[in-house]
């Protein structure tokens, strides 16, 4: 059904596209401007290209990576380690929240604990990592898992708790029963939390796999940012992490697109 809207309304969202347009073209002419003088900056000599590299020389390097066929060979793994340790660190999240949502003396015991494992330098487990998963991708998606896990935990569980008491009460008065409570209130009232959990943990989730390659890894883009640290090829050490970036960023914009199909079927 096609929507009939007012000279005021159409006016309104031309206005709310212009704006937008701007913010797009301001984005991407201060992406052209740091790029434009990064490498102005290295082709007269004021830097040396070989400690920065430069984005000329950076996409020489991603071109000659993808002739010899290793370019999404190395994407795909870390793709796939990322993704697989998010879905996973997400979802047990959102079920320890539930779980300690539901039983309050559960979270009196478990709270501290939590709190000390999210203080926990992850890093630091990583020997006993090893010989738990061994030197495969299973390594990795652990680490991931454990990077965001507890983030997930701690923020859903503040959103759970969070949720208005004197509408709880009320349903209470009027004979909900708990997990008609969790169905009907809480958890509607946390998806704009979930949400914003989810953006957090796509950064946690790149960082969780990431520092998992750099600790055991024998492909994916932390192993050639690690490989090429090593042998002195700054070119692939910053070519593996603009790639980074992009994917990082390609994946926070399915959590916008994922936000604006929650609101929009609130909406309607």
């Known amino acids: 059904m096609k929507h009939e809207y007012s000279a005021e309304h159409r006016k309104f ?27 102005l900056i290295t082709a007269c000599g004021a830097v040396d290209p070989f400690l920065t590299s430069s984005p000329s020389r950076i996409a020489k390097t991603i071109a000659s990576l993808y002739l010899d066929g290793s370019l999404f060979y190395h994407i795909g793994v870390t793709l796939l380690e990322t993704v697989v340790g998010f879905a996973i660190a997400v979802i047990l999240g959102c079920a320890v929240a539930l779980a300690l949502w539901w039983s309050e003396t559960l979270r009196k015991v478990l709270e501290p604990y939590i709190v000390v494992l999210n203080a926990l330098p992850k890093i630091a487990l990583g020997p006993l990592i090893i010989i738990w998963f061994g030197t495969g991708s299973e390594a990795i998606v652990f680490m991931t898992v454990l990077v ?15 949720t208005d008491t004197n509408k709880i009460l009320l349903l209470r008065s009027m004979g909900a029963t708990k997990f008609q409570i969790l169905r009907k209130l809480v958890i509607p009232s946390s998806l704009a939390s979930f949400i914003s959990m989810l953006k957090v943990n796509v950064g946690m989730a790149w960082i969780g796999s990431i520092m998992g390659e750099y600790i055991v890894s024998r492909a994916g883009l932390g192993y050639l940012i690690v490989y090429g640290g090593q042998v002195f090829k700054l070119d692939l050490v910053m070519s593996a992490t603009c790639i980074l970036c992009v994917l990082a960023a390609g994946m926070y914009f399915l959590v916008v697109l994922l936000e604006k199909l929650i609101v929009k079927n609130a909406e309607s």
């Open 13 to 39: 969202l031309a206005k709310r596209k212009r704006n937008l347009a701007l913010v797009w073209a301001l984005r991407l002419g201060l992406l052209a401007l740091i790029l434009g003088l990064w490498e």
């Open 148 to 162: 965001g896990i507890i983030v997930a935990t701690l923020h859903m569980l503040s959103a759970f708790i969070a």
